[in-house]
Structures are given as structure tokens and as C-alpha cells.
């Protein structure tokens, strides 16, 4: 079975309708390494402030942190309301490995500011200079979902399609302003509060997302190996159609505990997500509606064309109950918790392994850096001496002592 796997680059051929504008884009590797997209226009562009962040809001204490950031709650000076600080370094020029293009962050912000949803991370407002840009954003304390689900003893189907209209209500909306977000998975789904009686979805990072336009094909190699669709790996045009893959998926994993796609590898990963096949094994669902399995079965399609669309999704009879049977249903049946929970440990602990391993490469390339600052200070000071008057035995013997 699969592992979790981080957002990849997947390398395959493919291209699109020579009448096309194709738009393409590459992928955030460790290292965050991007390639350059077309110019923002000017009406997409994101007002940044250029004052001092902490001239309106206090610096508070740190909420995590990132390969180029940090996230601080903050409290806004003028009205005392906490949200979350995220500081994100910004290339200062386009050779440099460090950092994020600025264009790519200003990409991500300008779609922020396009959505006004409930169930949508809120852009509150926005700092930069040139090195470094800071977004104030909503303040989410709640943590992942699918933590949340993992703690409880058990959940009905019912109560699984709360939090699932939610994501879909959330991903309607997004649609409609021709917006995909293109890195739907657990860790992008989170509830603004926990001990509340009906906890709010709210979707983040859209570092991935796009504005799709007319008579323009986007493409992109980005996702994680278990969420994305097949167009994705293949190469091909990709549209909202594949966030609703990746609703499925989510659907699957949070009803059985299961992944449908999983391998033992990324690679075998990929491999089955392109084959399409997957199976409803009654060890895992032998609670789970007939209503629910084809709701993922409308969403799971190869052709992204015959998917389900979010409002479509918001209508089928197993959200949208048609009579008081197929809601007697929902309630009678339950996810698989025990599976459940084990998949989210799994989930975690690959999480954790992940960052770990990030940590130890992004401290192996500064020792690197660190030692290359210092042959080359060597370097220097032998060339000041070797400039100055030397006896020339001594000179011979420094410059023997440089070769060796």
C-alpha cells in the first residue's frame, strides 16, 4: 500500500492544441526551487503596503514555521483582534535558490483576495518589501480535520457530510469565480475552531491554485502522489475537474481508512492513479452506503469531463437526501474509525519524517555554504599575502600547502 508523499514533480510528455495558449508551471521541490510564469496582469495584482508590519499589529509568539517562513499570531494595534503573521522571503533576484519568486507569491495573493467564503482562509491584509512579504491572515485554531475525526470514538456518515458539504460548498464557490486550487488533501482542510458544537471548514494554501481563463491550457506537474488526478501525471490540460478527483479521494480515505490508489512506492502510486482502478473492499466498507460509494464512484472517473461538479456534488441524493429513507441511512451508517485512525498516524508520522528529512538537507547545504565561505576567505587571504613582498622559499612552500 501507498505511502504518503509530499508535493512532487512528475515528469511525463504531453501537449496541448497548437491554437492554444498553453500556460504551464513547475513545481515547488524541496528546495522551492520555481520556474517563471507568464507576467501577472495588472488587474490581477495584489496592493501591498510598503510600512512596517509592526507599526499596525503586535508580534506575538511563533505558530510554525516553513522552508522560507514563519507564522506568528499577531494582534492588530487598533482594534486588538488576533490573526496569524506569515512571513514568506521573497527572491531578490531570479538566479537566487532561495526564497520564493515574487510574482509567485503575488499569484497566490491576488486569489486570495477574490474569495470571500466561509469556508475559505480570509486575506485580512498585506506587508512587503523586497525581500520578504507578510500576509495577516485569518487566525485558525482548530487544526486538520482529519485530526479532529481521529479523536473521536465514532461518526456517522451524517455527521462525516457536514464537514464534506462544507468542502464542497467551499470549492462551489471557488469554481464559480474559475478559480482551482489544484492541492486539495488533508492538510489543506481545517477547522477554524475545535470545541465548538458545529466546527467551520476552512480551506488553505493556495500556493498551487490558478485563475483558469478562456481559450487558455493550463498545465502543471505539481501534487501529492495519492491526490491528484490522472491528467495531472499524464501531462494534459487540467481544469476544476481535477480538484473534484481529489474530493474523491478525500471522500474514500475518510469513509474506509483506506487510500484507494496507495502503493508501496510513489512511483506505484502514480502508476494505479493512472490505471483508475480501485475497489470497494467489504473489510473497510462493510458500513458504508451504496449512496456513498457511488458518490465516489461519479467523482473517481478518468475523464474529467464525466466527473461530478462541486455543485453537482452538493445535489446528489447522498448529501442532498431525496426521502426519509436515504437519511435514515446516512445515520445508521458509520466510517471505519479503527482504519481511520491508523491511516492518519501513518499520515502524521510521514508528515513528520518529511520535514525532518527537509530540516537535515536544508542543514546540510548551509554547513556547504558555511565551509565554501570559508575556502573562499581562505583563498582570499593567500592572494593578499601572495601580492605582498614573501622570501620566495616561504612563498613555495604556502603555495605547495594550497595545492595539497
Known amino acids: 500500500m501507498a505511502k504518503d508523499g509530499g508535493a512532487v514533480g512528475l515528469a511525463n510528455g504531453g501537449s496541448g492544441s497548437p491554437t492554444d495558449t498553453i500556460k504551464e508551471t513547475g513545481c515547488p521541490e524541496d528546495d522551492e526551487v520555481f520556474v517563471s510564469e507568464p507576467p501577472l496582469s495588472p488587474n490581477s495584482m495584489a496592493t501591498f503596503r510598503a510600512s512596517n508590519v509592526e507599526d499596525l499589529y503586535e508580534l506575538l509568539e511563533k505558530l510554525g514555521s516553513g522552508h522560507f517562513g514563519v507564522v506568528k499570531r499577531c494582534r492588530k494595534r487598533s482594534s486588538g483582534s488576533f490573526y496569524a503573521a506569515k512571513f514568506v522571503k521573497t527572491r531578490k533576484c531570479k538566479g537566487s535558490r532561495w526564497g520564493l519568486d515574487r510574482e509567485q507569491v503575488e499569484r497566490e495573493v491576488s486569489i486570495l483576495k477574490q474569495l470571500e467564503h466561509p469556508n475559505i482562509l480570509h486575506l485580512h491584509d498585506l506587508f512587503a518589501s523586497k525581500a520578504e512579504t507578510v500576509l495577516i491572515l485569518e487566525l485558525i485554531r482548530g487544526g486538520e480535520l482529519f485530526d479532529f475525526i481521529a479523536e473521536k470514538e465514532m461518526l456517522t456518515e451524517a455527521e462525516a457530510i457536514e464537514f464534506l458539504q462544507q468542502i464542497l460548498q467551499g470549492v462551489a464557490y471557488m469554481h464559480g469565480k474559475h478559480i482551482a486550487h489544484f492541492d ?81 512506492t510513489d512511483a506505484e502510486t502514480l502508476s494505479n492513479v493512472v490505471a483508475g482502478i480501485y475497489e470497494f473492499e467489504d473489510k473497510y466498507f462493510n458500513e458504508t452506503t451504496e449512496m456513498a460509494k457511488d458518490f465516489i464512484r461519479q467523482l473517481l ?70 565551509q565554501r565561505k570559508e575556502d573562499e576567505n581562505l583563498r582570499d587571504c593567500e592572494s593578499d599575502q601572495e601580492d605582498e613582498a614573501s622570501h620566495p622559499v616561504t612563498l613555495l612552500r604556502r603555495r605547495r600547502s594550497s595545492c595539497s
Not at 209 to 217: I, N, P, R, S, W
Not at 236 to 243: G, N, R, V
Not at 344 to 368: F, G, Q, T
Open 301 to 370: 472517473v478518468k475523464e474529467p469531463g464525466n466527473r461530478m461538479t462541486a455543485a453537482e456534488c452538493l445535489i446528489h441524493p447522498w448529501i442532498k437526501p431525496l426521502s426519509r429513507k436515504q437519511a435514515a441511512n446516512r445515520s445508521r451508517s458509520s466510517i471505519n474509525m479503527k482504519n481511520f485512525r491508523k491511516f492518519n498516524a501513518r499520515r502524521k508520522w510521514k508528515l513528520s519524517y518529511n520535514m525532518v528529512s527537509a530540516c537535515n538537507r536544508l542543514c546540510h547545504l548551509k554547513l556547504l555554504c558555511v
Open 184 to 264: 486539495l488533501k488533508p492538510e489543506n482542510i481545517m477547522l477554524l475552531e475545535k470545541d465548538v458544537p458545529n466546527p467551520k471548514i476552512k480551506i488553505i494554501d493556495f500556493g498551487l491554485a490558478q485563475k483558469l481563463e478562456d481559450g487558455v491550457t493550463f498545465k502543471s506537474l505539481c501534487g501529492t502522489p495519492q491526490y491528484i488526478a490522472p491528467e495531472v501525471i499524464n501531462y494534459e490540460p487540467l481544469s476544476s475537474a481535477t480538484d473534484m478527483w481529489s474530493i474523491g479521494v478525500i471522500t474514500y480515505i475518510l469513509l474506509s481508512g483506506m487510500s484507494p490508489f496507495q502503493g508501496e
